[in-house]
């Protein structure tokens, strides 16, 4: 578990899954080969051969009023495509509730994008049926991510996810259909960063004059900043996806505002500094 304080906001890191390689699927371009000349990445993010390190995890954040976790990864019991990723039994809510959070006690999930493994703790199976894992909270989904995927059917490359983790939440009536630049409160405003799905959103927060973002799907992996051209086999848009990074990279290199990766594997944050012409690098 990582923890970050940002003003007087406080983020936890719950992980589900951390692995090194099997990353070819996604980043196809980051080969072994090609990581190990991007020395920085380890150990952090790359084993000394050249596999990348890559994390599914959640993060709480709370405000002291609001209790929000960013994104839900896979879920237990869900049949995926993804062998590694199917029929998942993690400790994922009890590691959650001796963070200090209880499901009961989350009163908003928000989701970056509806992919696979941003999801999966939405619902949570019980005597059959998939139910809301947090009943006190409300769901946030960008209203143009979720009319993307409504209108184009389940996401069959990895299994049933509107089925088993989105359309159980809004039947419940859970859900609200958001803006992409929508305030969750007085620290937390999104930041629309799309490419990678239609309507994907980082989190911005902000308290007491301190800034973190967390990035979603935008930035897979810290690789990504050394050579942005590396774009995700899973993105809807590969060119908007890389101009949406660069422009990220170039708005936040050199400040002081705390980058926290969706994926990127402990220690998860640090600042983004300039490493040659368009190049970047992830200082922690």
């Known amino acids: 578990?990582?923890?970050?304080?940002?003003?007087?906001?406080?983020?936890?890191?719950?992980?589900?899954?951390?692995?090194?390689?099997?990353?070819?699927?996604?980043?196809?371009?980051?080969?072994?080969?090609?990581?190990?000349?991007?020395?920085?990445?380890?150990?952090?993010?790359?084993?000394?051969?050249?596999?990348?390190?890559?994390?599914?995890?959640?993060?709480?954040?709370?405000?002291?009023?609001?209790?929000?976790?960013?994104?839900?990864?896979?879920?237990?019991?869900?049949?995926?495509?993804?062998?590694?990723?199917?029929n998942l039994q993690t400790n994922f809510l009890n590691d959650l509730a001796a963070s200090g959070y209880p499901r009961e006690t989350i009163d908003t999930v928000l989701c970056t994008h509806l992919h696979v493994d941003h999801v999966g703790w939405n619902t949570m199976l019980v005597d059959g049926r998939w139910l809301p894992t947090f009943p006190n909270a409300r769901y946030l989904v960008a209203e143009k991510e979720w009319r993307y995927w409504d209108a184009n059917g389940e996401d069959e490359s990895y299994g049933s996810v509107l089925a088993d983790s989105v359309r159980p939440v809004i039947g419940a009536g859970l859900v609200d259909f958001v803006g992409e630049t929508h305030r969750i409160c007085d620290e937390i405003v999104l930041e629309p960063t799309p490419g990678h799905t239609p309507g994907h959103v980082s989190v911005h927060i902000t308290s007491r004059g301190e800034e973190a973002l967390i990035t979603g799907d935008c930035i897979h992996h810290p690789c990504q900043m050394a050579r942005t051209d590396w774009c995700s086999s899973a993105d809807f848009d590969s060119a908007a996806g890389r101009r949406t990074r660069e422009d990220l990279l170039a708005k936040y290199v050199g400040s002081d505002v705390l980058v926290i990766g969706t994926h990127f594997a402990t220690p998860t944050a640090g600042h983004v500094i300039a490493d040659g012409a368009g190049s970047y690098r992830l200082r922690v």
């Open 1 to 86: 578990m990582n923890q970050w304080q940002i003003g007087d906001v406080r983020i936890t890191r719950i992980v589900e899954l951390e692995v090194a390689g099997g990353t070819k699927f996604i980043l196809p371009d980051a080969s072994p080969e090609a990581c190990r000349g991007i020395e920085w990445l380890a150990p952090h993010f790359m084993t000394a051969e050249g596999k990348l390190i890559m994390s599914v995890h959640a993060l709480v954040v709370d405000t002291g009023k609001r209790r929000i976790i960013v994104d839900t990864c896979i879920g237990n019991d869900k049949q995926r495509a993804i062998p590694a990723w199917s």
